[in-house]
């Protein structure tokens, strides 16, 4: 069965797990734009992309909405409960799922996943449960890196490759 949806963390795998602030208050955090690309790349596949993060964010709302991720869930503690409201809503299964996270409240979500993907700055505890330890550090590019690693894994480069040219 292929990988229909991909289910994204956000600190510390689309970013760096930085939260900076600035004096009034206000969060920044930036996004790898390869990240984006690769993101925006997927879903013209036909596929299917979900964020599932532990805080909220307005940033990370804006992100979202950029990308056309229909599937955003901020401020959530069990997130593996959320994939699986999430799975019946689309009418898919586990062995249909890829995930990345990099610290102790995506492990659930990374155990169950056919295939899961930690940056190479994950907690070890994670990385333990993991089918995939990526090269690229979070916000460096790794949900790029999975996502390639998905389209090979998919026999999908052909299709990939003509999006761009």
């Known amino acids: 069965m292929s990988i229909e949806l991909i289910v994204l963390d956000v600190d ?27 993101i925006a790349s997927w879903r013209k596949l036909g596929k299917q992309v979900a964020i599932i993060t532990g805080r909220k964010s307005s940033i990370v709302a804006r992100r979202a909405k950029e990308l056309h991720i229909e599937y955003f869930y901020q401020g959530i503690e069990n997130k593996q409960e959320v994939l699986e409201e999430l799975l019946v809503k689309l009418n898919l299964t586990m062995e249909s799922v890829a995930t990345i996270g990099d610290d102790l409240n995506d492990m659930q979500m990374i155990k169950s996943a056919k295939i899961s993907f930690v940056p190479r700055d994950a907690s070890i505890y994670v990385e333990r449960v993991a089918t995939v330890i990526l090269s690229k550090k979070g916000g460096d590019g790794a949900v790029r890196e999975m996502i390639e690693h998905l389209i090979v894994k998919e026999g999908l480069e052909d299709k990939y490759l003509e999006l761009w040219s």
């Open 12 to 38: 510390g795998t689309m970013t760096d797990s930085r939260i900076t602030y600035t004096a009034d208050g206000d969060e920044i955090k930036s996004f790898n734009v390869k990240d984006g690309l690769a």
